[in-house]
């Protein structure tokens, strides 16, 4: 705990661990230990070993060898060497086989972390308002998720053991070899370790710097990567590969020397210690034949130090890497810290969605905005403003005006996906907050612009996020009928439901795609269906087809339309008017066209559009 406490990247990933992980931490420091005093009893056993082979008199001169003699009942010299050197050579393997018991166990924990962080990530993330969603970079999330984590693992939490095992190993073997000789060990230590702690002291802070920089550009690398492929169909239309490829090479080639300084300083001690240790043995195999034992006595101990040296270099070289690995990635940790802390909505949105799934949100009477009014996070300037209007329950409601009128956002206001700054929504009376947005939203249907499709079956993105052997086919199909694409899954695809749809749906037109978008906002039957530019991307035929299953609708469910197409609203109840974040005029689409000059302007607009 002590090493844990000294460097506080260490101590950060204690902070991370859970109570299992932590009990397991502890279990594998204990199969560490073990493990380092086997070994060092396997190091220990070398001098007496030795010293038999040169000097056979000290089997009745020493006491536990003369007992260990007599319990072997008394076999000649040749015999109880051999005897001597297979016990040595049993602990040597029983080191070895706890060490890598100790390693399968180390492994087995740092995957199992590196899988409950970024389940831990993912979840924090998914949990989160919809605002916080509107300042984030998806590549970066995702580079957060999958690559910082993994980074983690490898660059701090595996070294982190590294550290532990190998220290304790070390601390035992030189434990033995102050029993021996505690003079010449303390010098080593000395010598040694004073050169590895004088060298990490000396480059820590820059392993800190480089590690931030290392993790500024590797997400700029991972943007770089996804705006290329997320745009594909422009970059290849207009030939901008040049561009992405730069973009990427300009981070990555920044990434080199970070990275190769990273490691020369890992490994460039290596080679210093080893003329340290080879200079030491020198010496001492210098200071010992002059002694008064001569050679008889120098042997066996030389032989000790050479075989310890052996097991430490080594280990402390792997101590070292592990720290300059650590500190590179200190900024890293601290990241991942501050990410998987929960702030109030994930705990609320966790809390709520405990909830039994079948409860839904009383709705019988209306939807009503009073006084609404919102700021996006981190603006200044107010996207809707005191907005007040009804929507009475089975009646199909449009709002429209130009871009950035506001509509949209009233609309996010709707779908409970953004909680008013003033003012309230209000569903038969009671007031939709962030502790009943979830139960709202189960009783509302919602269908964008652009309809993401998983890389799936159309029978998996019809029924989205629910377990393959959950899924309805009744509702599957019903709602697929209402949207107008059950024939054309049936008659013109291969495979049916079963079909795949490809990457972001690239097998499907944008007609199709649109429909199996709305086929999935119907799926579990909502009460408040919400259509956001759902018609644009249709054809006036297939448009024709939904906006009559859509009027179907509007006698068992209250349908609320933002709309591209004056066609698209001409049969809505009702239609509210957005000019710069406020209800500029409402009425039926007769009324506004007959009353209205900026109704009539935007009518002519969406008539004269090519598009349309």
């Keep these: 705990m002590r090493i844990i406490n000294k460097f506080h990247v260490m101590n950060r990933i204690f902070e991370i661990m859970n109570k299992e992980e932590k009990r397991h931490f502890w279990w594998l420091f204990a199969m560490s230990l073990l493990s380092a005093l086997v070994q060092s009893f396997g190091v220990a056993a070398m001098l007496p070993f030795m010293t038999l082979v040169i000097q056979p008199t000290l089997t009745m001169n020493n006491q536990a060898m003369l007992w260990l003699f007599n319990l072997l009942g008394s076999p000649d010299r040749v015999t109880f060497l051999t005897y001597f050197g297979s016990l040595l050579l049993v602990m ?18 740092v995957w199992q972390m590196e899988h409950r962080v970024a389940s831990d990530m993912l979840e924090n993330y998914l949990y989160r308002p919809y605002g916080f969603f509107l300042n984030q970079n998806t590549s970066n999330m995702t580079k957060q998720i999958l690559a910082d984590v993994r980074e983690m693992v490898l660059g701090v939490l595996m070294p982190m053991l590294q550290v532990m ?36 002291r000396t480059t820590r802070s820059k392993l800190t710097q480089y590690g931030r920089q290392h993790m500024e550009l590797n997400g700029k690398r991972y ?95 792997d101590v070292f890497i592990s720290f300059t690995t650590i500190h590179f990635n200190d900024a890293l940790v601290l990241k991942i810290m501050e990410l998987l802390k929960d702030d109030n909505h994930v705990k609320i949105a966790k809390e709520n969605q405990k909830k039994d799934d079948r409860t839904r949100f009383p709705f019988e009477k209306e939807i009503a905005f009073e006084q609404v009014s919102y700021r996006y996070p981190h603006s200044e300037n107010v996207a809707i403003k005191s907005i007040s209007m009804k929507i009475a329950k089975n009646t199909t409601v449009a709002f429209v005006g130009h871009s950035g009128a506001g509509k949209t956002t009233a609309a996010d206001v709707l779908l409970g996906l953004f909680i008013p700054c003033e003012g309230s929504l209000r569903v038969d009376g009671k007031t939709i907050d962030a502790g009943c947005a979830v139960d709202w939203q189960k009783r509302l249907g919602y269908v964008p612009q652009n309809v993401y499709l998983s890389d799936q079956s159309i029978k998996r993105n019809i029924a ?80 024709t087809a939904v906006m009559k299953a859509m009027e179907n609708l509007s006698q068992i469910k209250t349908i609320v339309v933002i709309a591209h197409r004056m066609t698209t609203v001409r049969q809505c109840d009702w239609i509210y008017l957005f000019e710069e974040g406020e209800i500029a005029d409402e009425g039926t689409y007769e009324s506004l066209l007959s009353t209205n000059k900026r109704f009539q302007e935007l009518a002519n607009e969406r008539q004269e559009d090519p598009h349309n």
């Design 223 to 317: 943007q770089a990567v996804q705006e290329a492929f997320g745009g594909i169909k422009g970059v290849l239309l207009m030939q901008r590969q040049p561009y992405f490829i730069q973009g990427f090479k300009q981070h990555s080639e920044k990434m080199i020397p970070l990275m190769a300084w990273r490691e020369i300083i890992g490994r460039v001690p290596r080679h210093l210690m080893e003329i340290v240790s080879f200079g030491g043995i020198l010496v001492l195999t210098l200071f010992l034949l002059r002694s008064e034992g001569g050679i008889h006595q120098a042997l066996p101990l030389i032989s000790l130090y050479a075989f310890a040296g052996y097991r430490l270099m080594p280990a402390l070289q």
């Design 464 to 543: 989205f996020g629910i377990p393959e052997e959950l899924i309805n086919e009744d509702q599957l199909i019903t709602a697929s009928k209402i949207a107008n694409i059950h024939d054309f899954i049936q008659n013109a695809l291969p495979n049916g439901y079963e079909t795949s749809v490809g990457e972001q749906g690239i097998r499907l037109s944008g007609g199709q795609r649109q429909r199996i978008g709305i086929a999935r906002a119907l799926y579990h039957d909502p009460d408040v269906l919400v259509l956001d530019e759902a018609t644009n991307a249709l054809d006036g035929m297939t448009e």
């Design 92 to 109: 040597i393997v029983a080191g070895n086989g706890t060490a890598t018991y100790a390693l399968w166990l180390s492994s087995r924990f």
């Design 165 to 200: 095992t190998k220290l304790l190993m070390a601390g035992a073997i030189l434990a033995a070899l102050f029993v021996v000789n505690p003079q010449v060990t303390v010098w080593a230590v000395l010598l040694i370790g004073g050169s590895y702690l004088l060298i990490f």
